[in-house]
T-cell receptor, first 114, second 118 residues
Framework: DQQVKQNSPSLSVQEGRISILNCDYT??????FLWYKKYPAEGPTFLIS?????DKNEDGRFTVFLNKSAKHLSLHIVPSQPGDSAVYFC?????????????FGQGTRLTINP | NAGVTQTPKFQVLKTGQSMTLQCAQD?????MSWYRQDPGMGLRLIHY???????DQGEVPNGYNVSRSTTEDFPLRLLSAAPSQTSVYFC?????????????????FGEGSRLTVL
């Protein structure tokens, strides 16, 4: 059973527009969430995180929204740039102290078209 | 600063062979872990370590063995390789619980080791 789900395997967005990547989770014990970005032949790199005490966290062009009641989070990228083309993984843990033991979603491949 | 270094990057094994994936980090991180990435499955935790001499199982530990004799190194051993272990393996490290301002718990990943078991 997949505790963290990214139901869109791929997403295509025009350069300059907003990219919205979605993630759902089922485990109520998860209260810390992270997004990672992965280029081909490289390891994932950390993008942004959010604790369940917040509903929004922003870092430059990247904003993560958390809806605890719906067990849903989303990553917004505005404006989207060609360099944002990558696979994005949502991950969850039980507290920031548990972030060493992440549960990942399947990933969404984002393609930014010029 | 090399970060997290994994070797080898590619390996082909026959069923039943054994091998060790090496992982080293030079950031003095307390925590180290191994994940495997399979199509449609995301990354799944195999084993992790919270410090030298301490290891524990993750979500998919069967068929794998680890030890942590130093802070820097965290090798992953496949004792008798099976085709189901064909995957891309990622080693990661991170700071301890820290508690310092700005601590995000982020994992620093190596570039991955692609293993094929025939």
């Amino acid at each position: 059973d997949q505790q963290v789900k990214q139901n869109s395997p791929s997403l295509s967005v025009q350069e300059g527009r907003i990219s919205i990547l979605n993630c759902d989770y089922t485990n109520s014990m998860f209260d810390y969430f992270l997004w990672y970005k992965k280029y081909p032949a490289e390891g994932p790199t950390f993008l942004i995180s959010i604790s369940s005490i917040k509903d929004k966290n922003e870092d430059g062009r990247f904003t993560v929204f958390l809806n605890k009641s719906a067990k849903h989070l989303s990553l917004h990228i505005v404006p989207s740039q060609p360099g944002d083309s990558a696979v994005y993984f949502c991950a969850a843990s039980e507290g920031i102290q548990g972030a060493q033991k992440l549960v990942f979603g399947q990933g969404t491949r984002l393609t930014i078209n010029p | 600063n090399a970060g997290v270094t994994q070797t080898p990057k590619f390996q082909v094994l026959k069923t039943g062979q054994s091998m060790t994936l090496q992982c080293a980090q030079d950031m003095n991180h307390e925590y180290m872990s191994w994940y495997r990435q399979d199509p449609g499955m995301g990354l799944r935790l195999i084993h992790y370590s919270v410090g030298a001499g301490i290891t524990d199982q993750g979500e998919v530990p069967n068929g794998y063995n680890v030890s942590r004799s130093t802070t820097e190194d965290f090798p992953l051993r496949l004792l008798s390789a099976a085709p189901s272990q064909t995957s891309v393996y990622f080693c990661a490290s991170s700071y301890g619980t820290g508690g310092s301002f700005g601590f995000t718990g982020e994992l620093f990943f190596g570039e991955g080791s692609r293993l094929t078991v025939l």
